[in-house]
């Protein structure tokens, strides 16, 4: 019998394709199965040793795996999957519909605490690793103001909402930063920014055959959270444009804080990521969150759980005794 | 009866000075006493609303204070208040001796174990915020290096170091990068570097009269932990030039992982700090970490911890629903 973590993987889109390659890279967990509502045995599983397994069999697997990440999207996948499998599993998920959070948060919850499960949520970079810096250092530096910058980039949560509208056959969405705004905000001015102030959203958008593509266009800029408040271009180009210009999913951003402390001495706070793969990073994430959901359910501490109730410690694969002596 | 968590500060060096400032910009805390060594009455506090009181008498105190902020030195103080202090109450403290960290964390963690204390020990920026950067890449990016670069600034537990060698009457040591290494991460060469090979330490020492240089330069540099794996220089100067050239306390640095996922695809993780105050953006971590201390003792989590048992929550003063919908 192994000692690893057993961990599940639900959906095999490019976020389940990053997990299973952070879970092989890891030594302390281990992959049972990718969960698709897909043909099972059509699946094409990029590692050989691993195994395939029809969605609505997952429940047959609830003493086989500790941990199951939710690697579906945000718009339509989670706000089912998440529940269903807290149900009868501890999970991980990657949630990022922000303006939506609480109300996810409430429904796992009650699934989660009912059932005696671990579900932490909404992880990834933001949310995630971004909203952990932003509520740091907000902590420490109480005069200063939170900046977050997304891109150049690709975002996974973006695209998936353009591809579910009517119409749509394929298509990505870059979400590029103003410079102008990185610019202020790197002056120490402490500018006043919203969110679309700082960024602009550009999608290409493949069409079905005779699809309205005014009809999609317009969808597609007045979709509330997504791309309502932004200033949102839509291009149609072909698909074998899109397999040609925009296959590589790169991304990136920064958060800052530019704070006061005493009587005037400035204190510049800043996390970034540059991504050459973004699914690959934010499952990477999911990877190593799934350690914690495991770590905390043997612990009882059920029910839903974000990066801001997880000790540091939980995500490591390294001992307590490891941390303070090799990295504090 | 204020609701605010009640803090008492041990020392008041420019750690402790900092801390002063950094309760007095909150709204959920407030200092109760500042507990020193030297004459109360004699103290003259920034804050005319603080008060003073001899260390001896912080035992009187138990009722009125929830967490202690331990401001003093590494080198001597902290070995001896931790231990004391963790006896009586919560506390959080900054010590910095990186190697000797296991040994202080087992001495801490027994007394605050017995006295059912919560002792959050090691915190600041690094030890600190850069630590938790390091294991959180770590975790997240197992294919990867862990890069940890400081400076140019002032070093407050070197300075420290230096002005407890015998002879000297003042000092500070400057940590300065090497430009070279620098260059080398940030190509993504993964180079291996030690710390001792990224880094330069330059000291400016006010010697007491008729001490000798020679015994004081020779102390410095074969003083083992701070200087004697580094190459350090050491140079005499008059106290004006001190006052004059050397009594701004800047400092920063950066943790950076690169790392890789899947087949080849490059992930850059960077964390950085540009700070104008050293002492006072330390202490404002204590600070923060003071509210950990005060409800993890509250939930009986009692012992030593560091940053890595620490839910970022804990460091926060907004609420869970708040940090959920807001920064998220």
């Known amino acids: 019998m192994s000692n690893k973590i057993k961990l599940g993987v639900v959906g095999y889109g490019n976020l389940g394709k990053g997990a299973v390659k952070a879970i092989k890279a890891t030594e ?34 609830q003493n086989d795996i500790d941990v199951m990440l939710l690697c579906g999207g ?16 501890n999970t991980v ?37 971004f909203s952990l810096n932003r509520v740091m250092a ?51 001015a402490n500018p006043e920014l919203t969110k679309s102030g700082k960024h602009r959203r550009v999608c290409y958008v493949v069409a079905e055959k005779d699809a309205d593509k005014a009809a999609i266009e317009n969808e597609i800029k ?12 839509v291009n149609f180009i072909s698909e074998e444009e899109l397999e040609r210009d925009h296959s590589k999913a790169p991304h990136g951003g920064f958060v800052i804080r530019s704070g006061n402390t005493g009587e005037a001495n ?24 799934a350690r914690a959901a495991h770590r905390m359910s043997q612990e009882n501490q059920f029910g839903a759980k974000t990066v801001y109730d997880v000790a540091p410690a939980y995500i490591s694969p390294r001992s307590a005794e490891a941390l303070r002596r090799d990295y504090l």
Do not use: C
Not at 105 to 129: F, R
Not at 139 to 153: Q, R, T
Not at 222 to 233: L, R
């Open 138 to 188: 907000d902590a420490i530096l109480p005069n200063g103001e939170n900046y977050s910058f997304w891109g150049k980039g690709l975002s996974q949560g973006h695209s998936d909402a353009v591809r579910r509208v009517n119409g749509v056959k394929n298509g990505v969405q870059y979400t590029i930063p103003s410079e102008e705004a990185i610019e202020q905000v790197r002056s120490g």
């Open 28 to 61: 302390d967990l281990e992959l049972v199965a990718v969960f698709t509502r897909r043909d099972p045995e059509a699946l094409e599983l990029d590692d050989p040793d691993a195994k395939a397994v029809h969605i609505d069999n997952a429940g047959n697997y």
């Open 222 to 233: 007045t979709m509330p959270n997504y791309f309502a408040d932004y200033d949102t271009e």
């Open 74 to 89: 945000s718009a339509t996948d989670l706000p089912e999957q998440t529940p269903y499998f807290a149900s009868m599993f």
């Open 93 to 129: 998920d990657s949630y990022d519909t922000h303006a939506k959070i609480p109300e996810f948060y409430q429904m796992v919850n009650e699934v989660a605490t009912k059932h005696h499960t671990t579900a932490i949520i909404s992880t990834g970079w933001d949310p995630g690793l």
């Open 266 to 289: 400035k204190q510049i706070y800043e996390f970034s990521l540059t991504l050459d793969s973004n699914p690959e990073f934010t499952s990477s994430v999911l990877v190593a969150y």
